[in-house]
């Protein structure tokens, strides 16, 4: 007899198999530019025999109110697709254990500190310190294409008071992969 690894333990692909195999049907939504990232998971579902749906985001969100139990959704992009995805989501009542999101790093932008022009690094969360000018600053999601890079608009003390009270994104990270 073999004992079931228990939940959250294991590595990452131990626990996307544990997801898959609860899954009849898999709604599958990946960003564009990003499918490669996604071959191992498809390939899973294969050897899972399940039915994988490709789906955009507007068929997702129709999806959601038709669908049956025992399907799963993955979604798989860059940082703020994800996120913004799983806002959607979990307003329809997704909850975590139907939802399997990749964040993929390769697509978060240097941002330029609206300050002082300076181009940081590319990073995954939503606020920054700018390296050059200190300030804190908002990672928004106007990109320039020009510019290659994401514009970081200073975020005021008074601001930052009412942000921190907002939940923090903690569930999906791209750090430590
Ligand atoms: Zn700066």
């Not at 009849?24 to 294969?46: I, K, P, R, T, Y």
Request: one cysteine or more; glycine letters at 8%.
């Amino acid at each position: 007899m073999r004992n079931r690894t228990a939940a959250g333990g294991g590595t990452r692909k131990d626990n996307l198999w544990a997801f898959l195999q609860c899954a009849h049907s898999l709604l599958f939504l990946c960003q564009d530019g990003q499918q490669e990232s996604c071959s191992a998971v498809l390939q899973m579902a294969s050897d899972l025999q399940i039915a994988v749906r490709t789906v955009t985001v507007e068929e997702l969100k129709n999806e959601l109110g038709s669908a049956k139990i025992g399907t799963r959704l993955y979604v798989c992009g860059d940082y703020q697709f994800v996120r913004g995805l799983e806002n959607v989501l979990f307003s329809f009542g997704i909850t975590n254990e139907e939802l399997w999101s990749d964040v993929t790093g390769a697509t978060v932008h240097p941002v330029l500190c609206a300050g002082c022009y300076h181009r940081n690094d590319p990073v995954a969360g939503s606020y920054i310190h700018c390296e050059m000018c200190g300030r804190m600053l908002e990672v928004s999601n106007h990109y320039s294409k020009k510019l290659d890079a994401v514009m970081g608009y200073i975020v005021l003390p008074e601001q930052l008071v009412f942000k921190s009270e907002e939940p923090q994104p903690s569930r999906t990270t791209p750090e430590g992969r």
